[in-house]
Nanobody
Framework: QVQLVESGGGLVQAGGSLRLSCAASGIIISINTMGWYRQVPGEERELVAAITSADSTSYTDSVKGRFTISRDDAKKTVYLQMNSLKPEDTAVYYC????????????????WGQGTQVTVSS
């Protein structure tokens, strides 16, 4: 039983920065890949960035060079540093994590945060 709690969203002007945080809590043996998705009403949820347990990262093309994903395993937290924000970055951002919760099984379960609104004004 795991929950992901997100924070850090808000309203900023174009060119500004925000840092999103997502902390996992509950019965956690290990956390595999963690990621950030975003969704605009009426559109498909999009993977923005992902980071593996070995700190390998990947980004969608539209945010490369502007966003940085990182993780702190001691705090069981993943971050998304967003710089040079553009109006097209406006969306609800969701944290995602693939988590193992049993010592008896290597099976993992995917969890989602509640979402945090990011709005970038022009």
């Amino acid at each position: 039983q795991v929950q992901l709690v997100e924070s850090g969203g808000g309203l900023v002007q174009a060119g500004g920065s925000l840092r999103l945080s997502c902390a996992a809590s509950g019965i956690i043996i290990s956390i595999n890949t963690m990621g950030w998705y975003r969704q605009v009403p009426g559109e498909e949820r999009e993977l923005v960035a992902a980071i593996t347990s070995a700190d390998s990262t990947s980004y969608t093309d539209s945010v490369k060079g502007r966003f940085t994903i990182s993780r702190d395993d001691a705090k069981k937290t993943v971050y998304l540093q967003m710089n040079s924000l553009k109006p097209e970055d406006t969306a609800v951002y969701y944290c995602n994590a693939d988590i193992r919760s049993s010592i008896f099984s290597s099976r993992t379960t995917e969890y989602w945060g509640q979402g945090t609104q990011v709005t970038v004004s022009s």
